[in-house]
Structure formats: structure tokens, C-alpha cells
């Protein structure tokens, strides 16, 4: 038998998968928090700034493919053929001439813009304006294949302000390395950046990379946006490569702290949405949704289908990015369960505020009430709301609370709840909430379906489709689709598994891996055609109350 370890790095944790790349049974997994972001080290809500160390990706690195292999029978390290990656993204980091993150380096080890920055991180929307700015007037629309608006969550925006804000990382930085690049880097030997395999799929839709006018936005449009960028181009990279690409096998040092082989391979790097759509086995016509804090949503589209297409306000369309020999197509909410669990986090104020000082109980049962309290919020919430006739949902509300990115990225909107009495219950607002989410949803769907883009079927991966069945049900019913959820799940991770066998020689391409390695599906939503009549006039609403917000208060 043959396997390969999938390697999933979400925004909290890491989980390492191994699989038969045979069979596509798993064998065993392991998830690991990463220790310096579980202490809320680097990162600044208030101020939109997220930042995680490298040392925390490497840490749980060793921790996750040790403990998973632990639980494999004895034997299997040494058949271990292949391994891959997928992190979050746009999440780079600055370089040194070895292509080491600056935060490995003594002298910038607590320094957050010597940190990777998150995807989630929002400190550079005037740097990502200043390029929507500057590319509307340039003889080439850098963006044009990225939606036509550029976002504070990707690349160069994050770049640029990192750069205009720190002197001495601006000073230091040589390159600059996405995550997912920068992990296969790490375990190949290939961390130099000219020697670096660059990710078509990060390249592509966060870094206006477009192989037509010779990979990145040109040295002159750089330095127009602002001189701090001279010469960061040259240092960067020309050439991309899709994720069934090998980079290199194990060097020694790694095969040991992992406790495989040298002769294990390594397959390029992609996002976690776009492995995630691979392993819920995306094809043309088919829209999988990674519903969880947020969502991306991936499709995959025939160069015949595509044609000369711009689709706009999307996160961009790029070729090969998800299946090679396809254009693949991302858009997505930048916020979803983050929209719950802010809310949850509002009802709770008085548990974890009041309640955790009392002296009525003792220590420990006052710590069992509490968790056992927030454990339950969002279940009891969703059993109250589903009972809510949509007849009876009067609370209108928007998914912005962390900005919109698509469609028609905008990270200065807020969101917005209206339509409230004194009747305005907790389960209704939460209703009114998880309707919103799946009225940005809608608004995705349709901006496809307006250009041109065929959707034949609607997939779920991630916790919310597994495990919320009355927020299923309503994007069911809001979409007028059936919605399958993917039976795996971990997705991303059997995604990245599927890639690691083509790259190890398993299979000759991708399309095979999945029909092999494929795990089905585990249920399907389908609409209520009543409640989607309803909710079109709600739906109505959504859009009025949106557009009066964006242009009246947040313009």
C-alpha cells in the first residue's frame, strides 16, 4: 500500500491526515492549536490585525504528522509516498535572502510585521484602494482577473503596508513567500526565493499574477503605487506552478523530525478553500461552499465555457489554479460563522462576565456552567429559530460585520440589523442573522449565474454543513438549490492528499485521484419552494437595506 499525509493549516489550528492514496480510506488524523495565537499573542482585533509566527506553523508541523502516524499500524512512515499542503490565504510574510520569515530571525522574533498576516487581517484597506486607484487609470488593469477590485486580504496590499509601516522590516526584507509556498519550501531544502515553487493558485488570485503579460504587475506600476516596492519584483518570481507539481523530496533533517522517509514527496502548495473543492470532488457545474468562520466558494470552468468571460467583483479566475487544464473561479463571504459567533459572544457577556465572579458556587462547577452554557448557545438559539415561520422573520439584517469580499469587494462596510421591537428576541435576531448569511450567499450565486456560469449543483465541506442543519435548510431554501454535503470531513486535507498522490507518481492526474480517493457524500438539503418565495421579497430587502448602508453611511 501506498499513502500520503495531507496537511491542512486553518486560521486557529493545524491537522495533519494520513490516507491510503489507494483506497482513500483514512487512517488516522491529528489536530493541533498553534500555541503563540491560542494566547492572543501578535494580534490586535480593535485594530484588524492578525498575525501568526512561523515557529507556530513548524511547531505544530512535527507535533500533527508524529501523533497522526502514531495511530497508523506499524510500518506505514516507511510507505508514506507523498505529502502536501494548504493553508488560508492571501497570508505572506517577508523574506530574507535565504527566504527565512524575518520572525525566525533573533532581532524580529516579536515583531508582528515580521509575521505572517493572516488572511483575515484588515490593517492595509487604503493601500488595497490606492491599487484599485491606480490600476483604473493604468494602461493594464492588473485586476481585471481578480474581479476588478482588489482586496485589503491579499498580497500586494498587505505587502505595501507592512512595508510603509515598518522601517527596519522594510530595511531587512529581501522576498516575500506565502504560507502555502513557504511550507513545502521549508521541508524540500528549497527555501531560496529564486529556488522557490510558487503557487499558481495564490499567485493567481491574490497577487495579480496572469502568465499573458509576464506574471506580476509590472515593475512600473509598483513603483508608482509607491517606491518602497523598487526592485521587490525581481525578487519575487516569473513562473507558477500548479498544485500536482513535485517540489522536491524530504531533505534528511525533516524526514527525521517527521519520522518518514527521504524519498517522500512534496507536492506544491494551494489555499485550503481550493484543496477543500478538490477533495468534495469539484467539477464544471458544480459550486462547493468551505463554510466555516467565512466561505469560499470554488468552481471550476471549461476553457470553452470561460471563453473570453471577466467576471466581476469575484476573487479572481485563474487557470489551473484548482484542476489544472481548467479556470478556476473563487468568490466568497468574509464573514459567516464569524457572523454566529460574534452574536454568541454578545449574548454571553453576561456568563462570562458576571457569572465568572460569583461566589454562590464553587470554582468548579462555576467553570461547568460556563462552558457548558457557551457550548450551547448557538444549538439552542438554532432549535428556537427554525421553529420561526419565515412568514413571521421581521428582522432584516446584513453578513458585512467584517466587511463584504465578494461580490464587489468593500472591507469599510458594516453590518447591519433593522427591523426591531421589543418583541425582537434572541432567537429571532439569530434567525435574522443566519438569513443573512445566506442572502450574501445568493448574491454570489447570482453573480455567477448573471455571466454566464452554469451551476448545476451546490456541495458543502467544512463544520457549519456538517453539523447546522437549520442553517443548511435556509441556504437551501434561499438559493432555491439542493445543497450535498461532502461526507469527508476534512476536505482541505484529502484535497491536499489528492495532489500529494498525483505529485508522488499515484496517479498521472487529478481528475483520477478524486475518483479514487473520493469519499462521497453524506446528506443533501433540499429547498422548501414556499419559503423561497418568501424569501425572494426578503431577499428584496437585503439588497435595498445594503445598498442605502455602503453608499449613505459607509462610502
Not at 248 to 261: C, K, S, Y
Not at 396 to 423: E, Y
Not at 487 to 500: D, I, L, S, Y
Request: charged share 20%.
Amino acid at each position: 500500500m501506498k499513502y500520503v499525509i495531507g496537511l491542512d493549516y486553518g486560521s486557529d489550528s493545524a491537522r495533519a491526515v494520513v490516507i491510503n492514496a489507494e483506497t482513500g480510506e483514512e487512517l488516522a488524523s491529528s489536530v493541533k492549536y498553534y500555541p503563540r495565537w491560542m494566547e492572543g499573542k501578535y494580534c490586535v482585533p480593535t485594530a484588524n490585525q492578525y498575525r501568526q509566527h512561523p515557529q507556530d506553523y513548524i511547531d505544530v508541523l512535527e507535533l500533527t504528522v508524529k501523533e497522526a502516524l502514531s495511530k497508523c499500524p506499524s510500518g506505514t512512515a516507511e510507505t508514506v509516498v507523498g505529502i502536501g499542503f494548504d493553508t488560508t490565504g492571501s497570508t505572506p510574510v517577508f523574506t530574507d535572502k535565504n527566504g527565512t520569515p524575518l520572525a525566525l530571525l533573533t532581532e524580529f522574533s516579536e515583531n508582528p510585521n515580521a509575521m505572517f498576516v493572516l488572511w483575515k487581517d484588515h490593517t492595509a484597506i487604503k493601500e488595497a484602494n490606492e491599487i484599485n486607484e491606480l490600476a483604473a487609470k493604468w494602461s493594464t488593469d492588473y485586476t481585471s482577473y481578480e474581479g476588478g477590485i482588489y482586496s485589503s486580504e491579499w498580497f500586494w496590499a498587505k505587502a505595501l503596508h507592512v512595508l510603509r509601516a515598518d522601517e527596519k522590516v522594510r530595511n531587512a526584507a529581501y522576498s516575500a513567500v506565502e504560507h502555502c509556498d513557504w511550507m513545502p519550501a521549508l521541508i524540500t531544502g528549497t527555501t531560496k526565493p529564486e529556488n522557490m515553487f510558487r503557487s499558481r493558485c495564490a499567485s493567481g488570485h491574490k497577487a495579480m499574477w496572469l502568465e499573458q503579460w509576464g506574471g506580476l504587475p509590472s515593475e512600473e506600476f509598483l513603483v508608482a503605487l509607491d517606491p518602497a516596492l523598487v526592485g521587490l519584483r525581481s525578487r519575487l518570481y516569473t513562473e507558477t506552478c500548479a498544485s500536482d507539481t513535485k517540489v522536491g523530496t524530504l531533505t534528511e533533517e525533516w524526514a527525521a523530525r517527521l519520522g518518514l522517509t527521504t524519498h517522500v514527496a512534496v507536492a506544491v502548495g494551494a489555499f485550503d478553500a481550493h484543496t477543500g473543492a478538490v477533495g468534495a470532488e469539484v467539477k464544471p457545474g458544480a459550486l462547493v461552499r468551505i463554510i466555516g468562520t467565512s466561505t469560499c466558494d470554488i468552481m471550476v470552468s471549461s476553457y470553452e465555457e470561460m471563453g473570453d468571460k471577466l467576471i466581476p467583483g469575484i476573487c479572481g479566475q485563474v487557470d489551473g489554479s484548482v484542476i489544472p487544464g481548467m479556470i478556476g473561479l473563487e468568490a466568497g463571504q468574509s464573514a459567516f460563522g464569524d457572523v454566529y459567533a460574534w452574536f454568541k459572544n454578545v449574548v454571553a457577556w453576561p456568563v462570562v462576565n458576571i457569572l465568572s465572579k460569583t461566589s454562590l458556587v464553587d470554582e468548579a462547577t462555576k467553570q461547568k456552567l460556563i462552558e457548558e452554557t457557551l457550548d450551547q448557545i448557538i444549538p439552542a438559539l438554532s432549535i428556537e429559530a427554525a421553529k420561526v415561520p419565515v412568514s413571521e422573520s421581521a428582522i432584516l439584517a446584513t453578513d458585512w460585520m467584517n466587511g463584504r469580499r465578494t461580490p464587489d469587494a468593500n472591507q469599510m462596510v458594516k453590518g447591519t440589523i433593522t427591523g426591531l421591537n421589543l418583541g425582537s428576541s434572541a432567537p429571532l435576531i439569530f434567525r435574522a442573522l443566519v438569513e443573512a448569511t445566506a442572502f450574501g450567499s445568493k448574491a454570489i450565486v447570482d453573480r455567477f449565474i448573471e455571466n454566464g456560469i452554469e451551476i448545476k449543483e451546490i456541495i458543502g465541506i467544512g463544520g457549519i454543513s456538517l453539523k447546522s442543519p437549520f442553517v443548511m435548510q435556509t441556504l437551501s431554501d434561499v438559493l432555491n438549490m439542493p445543497i450535498k454535503v461532502a461526507k469527508a470531513e476534512q476536505a482541505c486535507a484529502f484535497g491536499t492528499a489528492m495532489f500529494a498522490a498525483v505529485a508522488a507518481g499515484v496517479y498521472t492526474k487529478v481528475e483520477e485521484a478524486q475518483s479514487t480517493m473520493g469519499q462521497g457524500f453524506t446528506k443533501e438539503f433540499y429547498p422548501n419552494a414556499d419559503n423561497h418565495k418568501l424569501y425572494l421579497d426578503i431577499y428584496a430587502n437585503y439588497k435595498k437595506i445594503g445598498h442605502f448602508t455602503e453608499k449613505e453611511l459607509f462610502s
